[in-house]
């Protein structure tokens, strides 16, 4: 048995750290105990390691101070491009015109004739075209003789037909010109179609569809004065007049009893009268206006004892209109105006002022014209843009001008003088939303003249930099 007692751990202080290994310096490792060849070695790569950090630290700042002074130039052209460049402009002689829009009703001394048969009407002439005394302009054909009706207009078809070949292969003097003017009316009634229909409104096509079958048809009338010495376009001729005549002994013929334009369309209003322009009330020019529509309706199926057709004798025609927000002391009695027809693209000029009465806020305008009768033969009512005020001079862009004084009616325009801009004041005799009617000052160093050289935007510029010359 072992009476050996177990030896006890003796318990470690609290207070007791662990022991700490001591630093020992070793000095060849610091290169002392190198010998001097190896030492002069280390040195020299110490020297070589801290060049190469300067020479990168430089080559850094280089790259840096690079960068950002490519940054500075982007930044300029940037800014230099943004800035606007000073436009400029030849001053121009022009005029400046202030419009408004109104609806016109339309009076005419016109006469009524009446079919003592009942039928199917077939007009001779075509809508708007002046007729002699006791030339044929219409017949009413009987229900029994629609198959030789229907053969005349196929007949009339093929003269056109052939009209417009003889024609695109340069025969029938005088037959291109009527094409010409044909095709430059209608061109215009295509440009408002495509204009309207673009902005969605399809309120006028079933008017503009009328206007090209009046221009068609007045253009197929005036080729058959043509002479194409062509066969069988005589021959067609020759079927169409027989046809005519035929129709015409079992038809009711409709002569005319009196010279002036032809119109089949009627609404009941022939009786107003050119003189009624004169005794026309405010009250009933508004009554006739909203029941007259702007295209008359031509009537195919006639009664015995209906009105078929109007004779227009007269050698002008009144235009009665409502113009809004405008005092009737602008528009003096004998003084004439144009008036122009947007959808038509036509003007009528010197319609001459017959009445201009005040009504609250508006003017009740009567205008008498000579002009365009026959274009107008179909309608009743007219859209129309009145021109009330007009100025001539020197016209330049509105922009062009600043420094408005409203009060001495004056502003500023930027010259380029010896190419040098120079500022002037000038006097504004007139201008609208674009342009301005402008007029040299007495006094001023430097005055504008046309073909003078203007800036356009002269907020860019200041006055005295060199252009150029």
């Known amino acids: 048995m072992n009476n050996e007692k177990p030896q006890r751990s003796r318990p470690r202080s609290k207070q007791q750290s662990p022991p700490q290994r001591r630093l020992v310096r070793r000095p060849e490792l610091a290169g002392e105990s190198l010998p001097p060849e190896r030492r002069a070695s280390a040195e020299r790569l110490r020297r070589i390691e801290r060049r190469k950090a300067r020479t990168r630290a430089i080559w850094m700042g280089v790259v840096v101070l690079a960068i950002m002074f490519v940054t500075v130039v ?76 229907r053969q005349l207009q196929k007949t009339e078809k093929d003269i056109v037909d052939r009209q417009n070949e003889l024609m695109d292969s340069g025969q029938g003097t005088g037959a291109k010109s009527i094409f010409t003017e044909s095709r430059a009316q209608l061109a215009t009634l295509v ?43 005589d021959q067609l001729r020759v079927t169409k007049a027989n046809l005519e005549k035929q129709l015409g002994l079992d038809s009711g013929t409709i002569v005319c009893q009196q010279p002036g334009i032809v119109s089949f369309r009627l609404d009941g209003l022939e009786s107003l009268d050119v003189a009624s322009g004169i005794s026309l009330t405010y009250q009933d020019f508004q009554k006739h206006l909203a029941a007259a ?69 508006n003017t009740f305008l009567v205008l008498k014209t000579d ?84 800036v356009l935007n002269p907020t860019v510029i200041e006055a005295g930099e060199f252009i150029g010359n």
């Open 371 to 454: 002009r365009r009768i026959e274009w107008l033969a179909d309608r009743r009512s007219v859209d129309t843009i009145l021109t009330y005020s007009s100025s001539a001079g020197m016209k330049v862009p509105r922009n062009a001008v600043y420094d408005q004084d409203e009060a001495s009616g004056t502003g500023s325009v930027m010259l380029v003088v010896g190419g040098y801009t120079r500022s002037t004041k000038v006097k504004i005799i007139d201008q609208d939303g674009e342009f301005a009617i402008i007029e040299a000052i007495e006094g001023q160093e430097y005055k504008p003249e046309v073909s003078a050289v203007i």
């Open 191 to 233: 440009n408002l179609t495509r204009s309207d229909s673009g902005r969605g409104d399809l309120s006028s096509l079933h008017s503009y569809k009328i206007s090209m079958d009046a221009i068609i048809e007045q253009r197929n009338t005036r080729l058959l004065a043509i002479d194409f010495k062509d066969v069988r376009l």
């Open 74 to 149: 982007i930044i300029l052209e940037l800014m230099q491009g943004a800035k606007p460049k000073p436009r400029f402009q030849f001053i121009q002689a022009g005029e400046i015109s202030h419009t408004i829009p109104a609806t016109a009703l339309i009076l005419r001394d016109e006469t009524v004739f009446n079919t003592q048969t009942g039928g199917t009407l077939k007009p001779l002439t075509s809508e708007g075209n002046r007729a002699a005394k006791g030339q044929k302009v219409a017949l009413v054909i009987p229900a029994n003789r629609d198959n030789d009706l």
């Open 293 to 361: 529509p702007e295209r008359l309706e031509l009537k195919t199926t006639v009664k015995a004892g209906d009105p078929v057709l109007r004779i227009i004798s007269s050698l002008g025609q009144v235009l009665a209109l409502e113009v809004e927000g405008i005092n009737a002391s602008n528009f003096e009695i004998g003084k004439t105006y144009d008036v122009s027809l947007p959808k038509d693209g036509i003007r009528i000029e010197n319609c001459t002022v017959l009445r201009s009465e005040q009504q609250d806020k």
